[in-house]
């Protein structure tokens, strides 16, 4: 901006981009046990410890051993990205996106509050409902709600299209913690074994799973 002028520099700290960039990965490596991950999800995991500040989110990580191969196989297929919010959404680099991919959120949809009502759900429950066939090998993004977590692995039981991989880490104090257990459960107890990443207990959030998704889109960190 035209004559914008930097105030004098009165504390030490660094302010080189690259520079950043560069020594956050290597803190992270260095402060992180990262052997608790598939080898292939390494950077996965390196890019959600950056995207939270939480060098100790390898405890509660569970990565399914297909997930970076079945989610990067459907992304450069052009599959879509389905998003339960939009914060969600608006975290992910296009620029990283392998086939210009879609990337959805039906949250604002028109009706989904009429259909929440319906249904007796959140909006974003609800809002699921409205994915239909772009659910098939899709890469679906569960970032914010407990509840859309739980009503995609309900409608995967009543015979919905399957994804191709499920990013889910929703956040909170109801219900987070049970609805990533159910989806770490979910091929043992039901026979549907779809690949996913989920971060258990009450951590999670948009900027965990943008981050997650970035990772995903692009191997290049």
Not at 39 to 54: C, K, N, S, Y
Not at 70 to 93: E, K
Not at 113 to 119: F, P
Request: glycine fraction near 10%; charge should be negative.
């Amino acid at each position: 901006m035209s004559g914008a002028v930097r105030p004098p520099r009165r504390y030490e700290y660094v302010d080189s981009g690259p520079a950043i960039y560069v020594d956050s990965f290597a803190t992270i490596r260095r402060e992180s046990d990262l052997s608790r991950v598939p080898v292939d999800a390494e950077r996965l995991a390196v890019r959600m410890i950056h995207g939270t500040g939480q060098t100790d989110l390898t405890d509660d990580l569970q990565v399914h051993p297909r997930l970076v191969s079945a989610a990067r196989a459907a992304l450069n297929a052009g599959a879509p990205i389905l998003c339960d919010a939009r914060m969600v959404a608006s975290g992910v680099t296009r620029a990283r996106l392998p086939r210009d991919n879609d990337v959805v959120c039906t949250l604002s949809e028109p009706g989904v509050r009429e259909l929440a009502a319906q249904m007796g759900t959140t909006r974003s429950a609800a809002a699921l409902s409205l994915w239909g066939d772009r659910l098939d090998g899709a890469v679906v993004a569960i970032g914010n709600a407990p509840t859309a977590l739980f009503h995609l692995l309900e409608m995967l039981l009543d015979g919905a299209p399957r994804p191709a991989a499920i990013v889910g880490c929703p956040v909170g104090f109801i219900g987070a913690a049970e609805s990533k257990a159910a989806l770490a459960s979910f091929a043992g107890d039901h026979g549907i074994d779809i690949p996913f990443v989920t971060v258990h207990g009450r951590r999670g959030g948009s900027a965990m799973t943008a981050s997650a998704l970035n990772a995903l889109a692009q191997e290049q960190e």
